[in-house]
């Protein structure tokens, strides 16, 4: 091509491209909702149009099959009556016709009637778009609060992203009082018309709550609450709890992996708190094929542990497991440069040398520990830090990886086809951990790789064996 051939074959195509765009045609309004996905079962995805669009022309015709689907039928009579009339009321105000509007008036018609309560008409009107939280953002607890819901907004808008129907968060202050928090969860219910609460941080907290919201049916989960008898209250309230079986099989899968061929010594405490760790984790030692030399059990009160520690160690266990309270683990590790030098200790939350002295830090120099924490793992570790930076300008923290998990469950469970508070709380059973534990306190499990976090005592202080979210 010849030298001054170049520009002008240049401008030919600069015009060409201009002239493409102007006769592109223009994105159709609503475009972006037409491009996001829809719940999976029939039902959910029409009621997902009516929800985000209930003025367009189509609502008509998607209220009147939206009241024929299957789902519907199967609903309690209260909720199944309260569906469609509010179905039928959308679809008339979209300016329904002929057929379609001479069904939607019958059954309006045949349905007004019936003495409905005024809170079931605003939850079939909200669905599960609504999401109440209840939390404290004030007081003492504020910076837990907070980043909790911030890690819950990125599962809102990893969702809102991709997804249909548009979920928004209700937030209300506890203030960490937990009449407060069950007033302020009394006006989710009952004035907002809320079918899912979040909330609270602590057991005693949560309490009220539950009550609150199984009295009208609600689903109610609490990012750290820990008591199994909080599943009493109802059965649809969750709980995103690390278990005893949970903690004691990453406990197992580290002992097989650095001792494959020792076998371990375990202490017990005799609480009930700590027999049950040592059932959960002999259980999990014979599952994973790793030895126990021995277990000796010491009272909650004693003082004196050499002989215990001794005894395990002339069994020739290679490692030391710690399943007792912070006083006693204390006590152990002051105990172990005489009674068992240079042992390797594994345990759990008691170990933390925050709670200990400078002697039983020394001694503990080494030990590996698990906390009640989730970590992520992987990829999705990598989206969540990511995305969390980029939108508070901060790492997370382990709240923020419990919103984050908390948010994932009810989002899934939307995803998915629940349609109200009932179908909710059988896609959140769906998720519980596939144990007797699991399902007694009702504990859900990660729907992305996550595990309990680990720790390694070196210099006096716990280490991240891996690349972990901040305290708190």
Same mark, same amino acid.
């Given at each position: 091509?010849?030298?001054?051939?170049?520009?002008?074959?240049?401008?030919?195509?600069?015009?060409?491209?201009?002239?493409?765009?102007?006769?592109?045609?223009?994105?159709?309004?609503?475009?972006?909702?037409?491009?996001?996905?829809?719940?999976?079962?029939?039902?959910?995805?029409?009621?997902?149009?009516?929800?985000?669009?209930?003025?367009?022309?189509?609502?008509?015709?998607?209220?009147?099959?939206?009241?024929?689907?299957?789902?519907?039928?199967?609903?309690?009579?209260?909720?199944?009556?309260?569906?469609?009339?509010?179905?039928?009321?959308?679809?008339?105000?979209?300016?329904?016709?002929?057929?379609?509007?001479?069904?939607?008036?019958?059954?309006?018609?045949?349905?007004?009637?019936?003495?409905?309560?005024?809170?079931?008409?605003?939850?079939?009107?909200?669905?599960?778009?609504?999401?109440?939280?209840?939390?404290?953002?004030?007081?003492?607890?504020?910076?837990?609060?907070?980043?909790?819901?911030?890690?819950?907004?990125?599962?809102?808008?990893?969702? %809102?992203?991709?997804? $249909?129907?548009? *979920? !928004?968060?209700? =937030?209300?202050?506890?203030?960490?009082?937990?009449? /407060? #928090?069950?007033?302020?969860?009394?006006?989710?219910?009952?004035?907002?018309?809320?079918?899912?609460?979040?909330?609270?941080?602590?057991?005693?907290?949560?309490?009220?709550?539950?009550?609150?919201?199984?009295?009208?049916?609600?689903?109610?989960?609490?990012?750290?609450?820990?008591?199994?008898?909080?599943?009493?209250?109802?059965?649809?309230?969750?709980?995103?709890?690390?278990? %005893?079986?949970?903690? $004691?099989?990453? *406990? !197992?899968?580290? =002992?097989?992996?650095?001792?494959?061929?020792?076998? /371990? #010594?375990?202490?017990?405490?005799?609480?009930?708190?700590?027999?049950?760790?040592?059932?959960?984790?002999?259980?999990?030692?014979?599952?994973?094929?790793?030895?126990?030399?021995?277990?000796?059990?010491?009272?909650?009160?004693?003082?004196?542990?050499?002989?215990?520690?001794?005894?395990?160690?002339?069994?020739?266990?290679?490692?030391?497991?710690?399943?007792?309270?912070?006083?006693?683990?204390?006590? $152990?590790?002051?105990?172990?440069?005489?009674?068992?030098?240079?042992?390797?200790?594994?345990?759990?939350?008691?170990?933390?040398?925050?709670?200990?002295?400078?002697?039983?830090?020394?001694?503990?120099?080494?030990?590996?520990?698990?906390?009640?924490?989730?970590?992520?793992?992987?990829?999705?570790?990598?989206?969540?830090?990511?995305?969390?930076?980029?939108?508070?300008?901060?790492?997370?923290?382990?709240?923020?990886?419990?919103?984050?998990?908390?948010?994932?469950?009810?989002?899934?469970?939307?995803?998915?086809?629940?349609?109200?508070?009932?179908?909710?709380?059988?896609?959140?059973?769906?998720?519980?951990?596939?144990?007797?534990?699991?399902?007694?306190?009702?504990?859900?499990?990660?729907?992305?790789?996550?595990?309990?976090?680990?720790?390694?005592?070196?210099?006096?202080?716990?280490?991240?064996?891996?690349?972990?979210?901040?305290?708190?």
């Amino acid at each position: 091509m010849r030298a001054d051939a170049r520009p002008a074959a240049g401008a030919l195509l600069f015009l060409g491209l201009c002239w493409t765009l102007v006769l592109a045609p223009a994105r159709p309004a609503g475009s972006e909702m037409a491009e996001k996905r829809y719940p999976l079962s029939k039902a959910a995805e029409l009621k997902a149009k009516l929800l985000d669009r209930p003025s367009t022309p189509e609502a008509a015709s998607w209220a009147t099959e939206y009241v024929t689907q299957p789902e519907i039928d199967r609903l309690d009579p209260v909720a199944r009556a309260a569906e469609r009339i509010w179905a039928a009321r959308v679809g008339l105000a979209a300016g329904a016709r002929g057929a379609e509007q001479k069904k939607l008036r019958q059954i309006l018609s045949h349905l007004e009637e019936c003495p409905l309560d005024s809170l079931a008409l605003r939850r079939a009107g909200s669905g599960l778009v609504r999401i109440g939280v209840v939390i404290p953002l004030t007081g003492r607890f504020d910076r837990y609060g907070k980043t909790f819901v911030q890690g819950l907004r990125v599962a809102m808008e990893e969702h %809102n992203r991709e997804w $249909a129907p548009n *979920l !928004t968060l209700i =937030l209300h202050d506890s203030e960490g009082d937990p009449l /407060v #928090g069950a007033r302020k969860a009394r006006w989710l219910l009952r004035d907002h018309g809320v079918s899912v609460i979040i909330g609270e941080l602590f057991s005693a907290n949560t309490a009220p709550l539950a009550a609150a919201s199984q009295v009208v049916g609600a689903v109610l989960i609490s990012p750290s609450a820990t008591n199994e008898r909080l599943a009493i209250l109802g059965d649809a309230v969750f709980q995103l709890h690390l278990g %005893n079986g949970v903690l $004691a099989q990453a *406990l !197992t899968r580290v =002992l097989a992996k650095e001792m494959p061929k020792s076998s /371990v #010594g375990v202490l017990v405490a005799g609480t009930p708190d700590d027999s049950a760790r040592a059932v959960a984790l002999l259980s999990s030692c014979k599952a994973a094929g790793v030895e126990v030399a021995g277990t000796e059990v010491v009272p909650e009160n004693a003082v004196d542990l050499t002989r215990a520690i001794s005894s395990l160690r002339g069994k020739h266990a290679g490692a030391l497991v710690l399943l007792t309270p912070p006083r006693l683990a204390g006590i $152990a590790a002051a105990q172990l440069p005489t009674a068992w030098p240079k042992a390797r200790v594994f345990g759990f939350d008691a170990l933390d040398p925050a709670g200990l002295n400078g002697e039983a830090r020394a001694a503990l120099e080494g030990a590996t520990y698990f906390a009640t924490d989730y970590v992520l793992t992987g990829a999705p570790r990598d989206s969540f830090e990511t995305r969390y930076r980029r939108s508070f300008g901060d790492s997370p923290t382990r709240m923020s990886v419990r919103g984050y998990l908390v948010g994932l469950s009810v989002t899934r469970g939307i995803e998915r086809g629940s349609l109200n508070a009932s179908m909710l709380r059988e896609a959140l059973r769906a998720q519980l951990y596939d144990s007797d534990e699991g399902r007694a306190l009702r504990a859900l499990r990660p729907l992305v790789p996550a595990e309990p976090e680990r720790f390694a005592i070196q210099s006096g202080k716990a280490v991240p064996v891996s690349q972990n979210p901040l305290s708190p």
